[in-house]
């Protein structure tokens, strides 16, 4: 059973850079996607971006110029930074799997597995 | 990016009912792309859906899902308590992954 699981300081000063990694138990972090997707107190889900096993990334567009992701397959995890933070980054940060299945002759994709989350207050 | 709104933001049901919720794309969707999750309070969003209509592992048969181009819907037969929860569709395009707003699911 993969489990995954946050580590990173809950409280960051304005202006200066968010720092999470995700540790992935139960399986290898080889060959798959892994993602970060927050979630502001009391709203919606946000994707942050992806990392692929091998250090190809992709991020959502108007997060792209502030965040980062890298990948150490040595120790099965992966990492974010997102610098420049401001009261708007407050979010729960939430790591996740990204699968491909086939649906009939369909490829599709999902985030399959979630971790806890863990809470980021960007605060002075 | 590609915009989803769900409807009803909420939907007050009773327990036995029959839940239909609604996701709409500002642009059509590959149906390979839209998914459907369930979250409850204090925890990790949990995937239902994936490929508009097929159920993830262990998802019981009383949800089922629908839709292509931009109109998605999620259905649940009969509700169990254990259903009242919120649900986000999810998309991918080609400014990356977008998620709905939410539909609220609570007990009537």
């Known amino acids: 059973q993969v489990l995954l699981h946050e580590s990173g300081p809950g409280l960051v000063k304005p202006s200066e850079t968010l720092s999470l990694t995700c540790s992935v138990s139960?399986?290898?972090?080889?060959?798959?996607?892994w993602s970060w997707i927050r979630q502001p107190p009391g709203k919606g889900l946000e994707w942050v971006g992806y990392i692929y096993s091998s250090g190809t990334t992709d991020f959502k567009p108007s997060l792209k110029s502030r965040v980062t992701m890298s990948v150490d397959t040595s120790k099965n995890q992966f990492s974010m930074n997102l610098n420049s933070v401001t009261a708007a980054d407050t979010a729960m940060y939430y790591c996740a799997r990204l699968s491909y299945f086939w649906s009939g002759p369909l490829k599709c994709d999902a985030f399959d597995i979630w971790s806890q989350g863990t809470m980021v207050t960007v605060s002075s | 990016e590609i915009v989803l709104t769900q409807s009803p933001g909420t939907l007050s049901l009773s327990p036995g009912e029959r839940a239909t919720l609604s996701c709409r794309a500002s642009q059509s969707v590959s149906s390979g792309y839209l998914a459907w999750y369930q979250q409850k309070p204090g925890q990790a969003p949990r995937l239902l859906m994936y490929?508009?209509?097929t159920r993830a592992s262990g998802i019981p048969d009383r949800f089922s899902g629908s839709g292509s181009e931009t109109d998605f819907t999620l259905t649940i037969s009969r509700l169990e308590p254990e259903d009242f929860a919120v649900y986000y569709c999810?998309?991918?395009?080609?400014?990356?992954?977008?998620f709905g707003q939410g539909t609220k699911l609570e007990i009537k």
């Open positions: 999810q998309q991918y395009g080609d400014s990356g992954y977008t």
């Open positions: 139960g399986g290898s972090i080889s060959s798959y996607y």
């Open positions: 490929g508009a209509s």
